[in-house]
């Protein structure tokens, strides 16, 4: 009878065990699969359809010669950078959804301009490197837009953070197509 206790015993401590290791398992990966998707993943290859969708998504509107030069989707933000815009007065009062108003965008404009050439406003941008910035405009309660010179270019991020929409898979698909 003894024997027989001490097996059940041994067996179930063992049940135990293998219960406590299959969980500690289930536990690290799925801890592991929200750390990886929280991780940005950056494309650069958007094609012309990509681009209108994307456009879309961040209620925006490319002027002439501009591009969706990156996309950036995480779990979390998902971030455009364009590339080429000339007249950023312009793009602020028509290319972006609601706009801003023709004063304010050339103050804006004098301001980013200004401040730009101080070297006074550091911001890490989608890639995760530190540049001097200035202006972050906010359009709505999600939507934020940043704005960079790089190598003497502008550069502009449009920024959705904890969004809600139903392309979601759409937009994973951008970034996924490259991996």
Not at 55 to 81: K, M, N
Request: glycine letters at 4%; charged letters at 25%; proline letters at 4%.
């Amino acid at each position: 009878m003894k024997k027989r206790t001490r097996v059940i015993f041994i067996s179930v401590i063992g049940i135990i065990i293998v219960l406590s290791i299959a969980t500690y398992v289930y536990m690290t990966n799925r801890i592991n699969n929200y750390i990886e998707a929280s991780k940005p993943k950056i494309t650069e290859d958007i094609n012309e359809s990509e681009s209108a969708f994307l456009q879309d998504q961040f209620g925006t509107s490319l002027p002439p010669g501009a591009e969706i030069a990156a996309f950036s989707y995480s779990h979390e933000v998902i971030i455009i950078r364009i590339e080429g815009v000339e007249d950023l007065p312009n793009f602020l009062t028509d290319s972006i959804y609601p706009g801003v108003a023709e004063e304010e965008a050339e103050i804006f404009t004098e301001d980013y301009y200004g401040s730009s050439e101080r070297n006074t406003y550091p911001l890490t941008d989608m890639y995760g490197i530190e540049h001097q910035c200035w202006g972050i405009c906010p359009i709505d309660s999600i939507t934020t837009v940043r704005f960079f010179l790089l190598d003497e270019k502008l550069t502009i991020e449009i920024m959705q953070r904890y969004y809600v929409t139903k392309n979601l898979d759409a937009l994973r698909d951008i970034v996924d197509k490259s991996m």
